[in-house]
């Protein structure tokens, strides 16, 4: 458990600057577009804060895989469980949902069908580079 504490401390500092990135970026859009003008520190500062624990939280739980001697179904299914607990929490406090039975249900099907589907795209990768490197060696 010390292990996989210190891997997701390492990767949560590593990758936590994208998030806070992209809130600014989306803002940039968003005001060249006339959507906002102006902004409080307060709603920008939680935003900053939140999106950074957010990404922070979104690397540092990748350590499962590596860490523990899981088996990747188990493995996958903590870090989709733990990704959409995250999220979830952080759009709602943000407001960036709203507290609604219908916006979290949307959400949740959006959710498992990106996380999903980038899974098969990974798994079929593997396969693929494990199938090459079967026919290389024979």
């Known amino acids: 458990m010390k292990e996989f504490a210190k891997v997701f401390l390492k990767r949560g500092l590593l ?19 006339g959507t906002i003008e102006t902004l409080g520190v307060n709603r920008v500062t939680t ?12 690397a540092g739980i990748s350590a499962v895989y590596t860490v523990e001697k899981l088996p990747y179904s188990t493995a ?9 607990a995250d999220y979830l929490i952080i759009y709602l406090l ?15 099907a959006i959710f498992l069908a990106v996380f999903l589907t980038i899974c098969l795209i990974i798994y079929l990768s593997v396969r693929a580079k494990i199938k090459k490197l079967n026919e290389q060696i024979q």
């Open 94 to 108: 943000n407001g960036w949902i709203p507290f609604k039975w219908q916006a979290i249900v949307l959400f949740t």
């Open 76 to 84: 996958g299914l903590i870090q989709g469980s733990v990704l959409f």
């Open 15 to 33: 990758f936590c600057g994208g998030g806070p990135l992209i809130v600014a970026i989306i803002y940039i859009i968003l005001s060249a577009n």
């Open 47 to 58: 935003e900053i804060i939140s999106s950074l624990l957010l990404a922070f939280i979104a």
